[in-house]
């Protein structure tokens, strides 16, 4: 989110919820699990609970990025080979000007920062307040 | 049974083993790795696009799941961050 917050007044900023990564009935995480993160869907069968789990992931989190679905055809999913996530900027003349490496382990939200940064400047955050010394 | 036969055997029944270890260690147990397998590997793709291809255009659903919008409607003024995910 500190990206959006960052350069929301330079970009825009889309997120599109494709399918579930680690739904309950597929491959479920077990940090997902009740009395961890509580993250317990199954794999949406219908557009109707795709909606659902969208609007719980973006009330739970207050998320402010604009948001779009994936219709159950997967068409968006299927286009940009985004599951389970991915990154991309898109250019004002609507090309790819940066595609990032599928997740988790090639997911890189720092490479979509400097990309910016290269463009609009970093933006720096002032250091927390470091606690007095005490001493005795 | 000849012995290429029974070597090339033998090499492939290594190369499984050392195949399912890797996928356990990557997912993280073998149950995890036989999931992984099933219900993830189909779905990871690299996909056709690179940089400097055109997006494609794709329809998508809003938050109250009847109002759709084209995401070329959302290209043009400002570059566009797409973040791609889910919750799970």
């Known amino acids: 989110m500190k990206l959006y917050d960052d350069y929301k007044d330079h970009v825009d900023f889309l997120t599109i ?4 990564a680690h739904p309950i009935d597929e491959w479920q995480m077990k940090s997902n699990e009740k009395g961890k993160d509580d993250v317990c869907y199954a794999q949406p069968k219908t557009l109707a609970q795709r909606v659902a789990i969208a609007n719980d992931f973006t009330q739970r989190f207050k998320y402010p990025v604009p948001f779009g679905i994936d219709p159950m055809n997967n068409a968006a ?11 991309y900027i898109i250019d004002e003349q609507g090309h790819v000007a940066y595609k990032g490496g599928n997740g988790p382990f090639k997911y ?10 290269a463009r609009y400047g970093q933006v720096k955050h ?4 470091a606690s007095p010394d005490k001493k005795s | 049974m000849k012995p290429i036969v029974k070597w090339g055997l033998v090499a492939l029944g290594i ?10 260690f990557m997912a993280g147990s073998p149950k995890d790795a036989l999931q992984m397998v099933r219900y993830a590997l ?10 400097g291809s055109a997006a494609p255009d794709v329809t998508l ?4 799941g009847e109002s759709k919008f084209q995401l070329r409607d959302r290209i043009g003024g ?3 961050v797409l973040v791609f995910g889910s919750f799970t």
């Open chain 1, 17 to 20: 919820y494709v399918r579930e």
């Open chain 1, 77 to 87: 999913n299927d286009a940009y080979a985004a599951w389970p996530e991915r990154l």
């Open chain 1, 108 to 117: 890189n939200p720092k490479e979509v920062r400097d990309w910016l940064a």
């Open chain 1, 126 to 129: 002032a250091e927390p307040a």
């Open chain 2, 15 to 24: 190369a499984a083993v050392g195949a399912g270890t890797g996928l356990s």
């Open chain 2, 42 to 51: 189909p779905y990871m793709h690299v996909g056709n696009l690179k940089v």
């Open chain 2, 61 to 64: 659903v809003a938050l109250d």
């Open chain 2, 78 to 80: 400002k570059p566009l």
